[in-house]
């Protein structure tokens, strides 16, 4: 059975840092792009960032670009997101998702 689970969200002041990591069971992370999604409450989900396979090529939303990074352990089969100079505005619920395969989502909130 093909699963991804999200842990590592929280709560967190504006300018602070979360890792957020996507745990794959089922298939290996390293042969799928793994993408990162996120939904605020009354927005439609958007997409953060995703890795590549192979070449390991990332890719960021405009809104995130400079402040977070996404990496992969081979040897724990987990995809990680590290968020720095975290926002208000970046209070979401985060998926991690492989082709039709999607978590549980994990809770960030960026507040005071």
């Known amino acids: 059975q093909l699963q991804l689970a999200e842990s590592g969200g929280g709560l967190v002041q504006p300018g602070g840092s979360l890792r957020l990591s996507c745990a794959a069971s089922?298939?290996?992370?390293?042969?799928?792009?793994i993408g990162w999604f996120r939904q605020a409450p009354g927005k439609e989900r958007e997409a953060v960032s995703c890795?590549?396979?192979?070449?390991?090529?990332?890719n960021f939303a405009d809104s995130v670009k400079g402040r977070f990074s996404v990496s992969r352990d081979h040897a724990k089969n987990t995809v990680y997101l590290q968020m720095d100079s975290l926002k208000p505005e970046d209070t979401a619920i985060y998926y991690c998702?492989?082709?039709?395969?999607w978590g549980q989502g994990t809770q960030v909130t960026v507040s005071s």
């Open positions: 890795i590549g396979t192979s070449d390991g090529r990332t």
């Open positions: 998702n492989s082709d039709t395969v």
């Open positions: 089922g298939f290996a992370v390293g042969k799928y792009v």
